[in-house]
């Protein structure tokens, strides 16, 4: 069983277009992320919520937005789709307790590709 | 504010030459310390970690590292580079307390046979 599994694992769509990515986990974990990977695979933070409550959110657009039905799903919308936004996007999760050491698991990715 | 610093975003290796992987960290606060391993087309996985105690971490297929406080380094090697080695390494950090882990840009490894 996987542990970390994102659906779709590649993504072709127009500009404009909105789309989602699926993300859920079978670790048991309270914490999940998600990473926007680009072509020089820097790998930047964009959300992180732990226990379905948002506890990070770096600085992007507002057009992608995060839902987390339940700690084991956290799912990724993006709406009006940009070239820009062409990327590997990675889902992760980690059992967080405050001090712990908070080992992530990442999920395959899924390669966006904007037309 | 954590934050890493890879040095060499290319390194490159004869197979069976020791691999070292450089890394410097900046962190207001002891930190914990990580190197995760890419597999082309792959997620991330977890190679080794610091936290406390031994400086000196080993972890998975054969790599160790040793967090240097005084150097602010968290310098990933191995002994002998296999051709399955070829990979991108990030390093990466965590401010204790911090929910953020801050990565580092990556190196990428080629081993040459």
């Known amino acids: 069983d996987t542990a970390v599994s994102q659906t779709p694992k590649y993504l072709v769509t127009q500009m404009g277009n909105d789309k989602s990515i699926k993300c859920e986990q079978n670790?048991?974990?309270?914490?999940m992320y998600w990473y926007k990977q680009d072509s020089k695979k820097f790998l930047k933070i964009m959300f992180s919520y732990n226990n379905k409550e948002l506890i990070i959110n770096e600085t992007v657009p507002n057009r992608f937005s995060p839902k987390s039905p339940d700690k084991a799903h956290l799912n990724l919308h993006i709406n009006s789709l940009e070239l820009g936004d062409s990327a590997v996007y990675f889902c992760a999760s980690s059992q967080d307790s405050g001090q712990g050491i908070n080992i992530q698991y990442f999920g395959a990715g899924t390669r966006l590709s904007v037309l | 504010a954590q934050s890493v610093t890879q040095l060499g975003s290319h390194v490159s290796v004869s197979e069976g030459a020791l691999v070292l992987l450089r890394c410097n960290y900046s962190?207001?606060?002891?930190?914990?310390l990580f190197w995760y391993v890419q597999y082309p087309n792959q997620g991330l996985q977890l190679l080794l970690k610091y936290t406390t105690g031994a400086t000196l971490v080993k972890g998975i297929n054969g790599f160790e590292a040793e967090f240097k406080k005084s150097e602010t380094s968290f310098h990933l090697t191995k002994p002998s580079a296999h051709m399955s080695d070829a990979a991108e390494y990030f390093c990466?950090?965590?401010?204790?307390?911090?929910?953020?882990?801050?990565f580092g840009i990556g190196t990428k490894l080629q081993v040459i046979p």
């Open positions: 990466a950090v965590r401010e204790g307390g911090y929910q953020k882990v801050t």
């Open positions: 670790l048991g974990h309270d914490t």
């Open positions: 962190s207001s606060v002891p930190p914990y």
